[in-house]
């Protein structure tokens, strides 16, 4: 048996993570995008409906919660989303090279901060028991910037690193074009 090579068997898990990552990675940053625009979209609606139109914060839910009301107060959805973009941005980030990988890591680490948040109002709302006597479920920066803004802080200090990531991932120099496992750079003249 001896000079006999042993193949080690991937997991479907692996193959995935790999292929997300190399030959999937432009179509899976796509999808992640998408889902991440829309929910801005929803924050910016909500800031509209408050700063512009001057709605009680409590009629102000964005779109999809002027039909579905209780999507506005579900913590559980709201931690299922911050999961998702921590889990996105961990997952998509060995697709990265370079300066890319940099601000990809940078998203990722503010994210993780912001998954934090969501899991301490998580806890609040299922235990039902709030953080310093606060009558609602409450975050610990919450304690200093109200809800609304505080959200639209949070997505907006995860989303610029991202974005120019994103942006060095899709425009690399030549030494990080040779790093590229994926399809995603934009071929210059």
């Known amino acids: 048996m001896s000079g006999q090579v042993c193949e080690v068997p991937t997991s479907r898990?692996?193959?995935?993570?790999?292929?997300?990552?190399?030959?999937k990675h432009e179509l899976a940053l796509r999808l992640y995008m998408v889902i991440v625009l829309a929910h801005w979209g929803?924050?910016?609606?909500?800031?509209?409906q408050i700063y512009v139109m001057k709605w009680p914060r409590p009629e102000s839910r964005g779109i999809l919660g002027q039909f579905f009301p209780w999507l506005i107060s579900s913590e559980s959805l709201h931690y299922a989303y911050a999961l998702f973009m921590l889990a996105g941005l961990w997952m998509l980030k060995s697709g990265f090279y370079g300066r890319s990988k940099t601000?990809?890591?940078?998203?990722?680490a503010l994210q993780f901060w912001h998954h934090i948040e969501h899991f301490l109002l998580q806890m609040q709302a299922l235990t039902e028991k709030n953080l310093f006597g606060s009558p609602v479920p409450?975050?610990?920066?919450?304690?200093?910037?109200p809800?609304?803004?505080?959200?639209?802080?949070?997505?907006?200090?995860?989303?610029?690193?991202?974005?120019?990531g994103m942006y060095y991932h899709l425009f690399p120099t030549t030494d990080e074009m040779s790093q590229h496992q994926c399809p995603c750079a934009v071929k210059t003249a």
């Open 13 to 23: 898990f692996s193959r995935f993570m790999t292929s997300i990552n190399t030959s």
């Open 42 to 48: 929803e924050h910016l609606v909500q800031a509209f």
């Open 103 to 108: 601000w990809w890591n940078i998203s990722l």
């Open 138 to 145: 409450v975050s610990l920066l919450q304690l200093v910037v």
């Open 147 to 164: 809800r609304v803004e505080l959200h639209l802080f949070y997505n907006t200090v995860v989303f610029i690193p991202m974005v120019i």
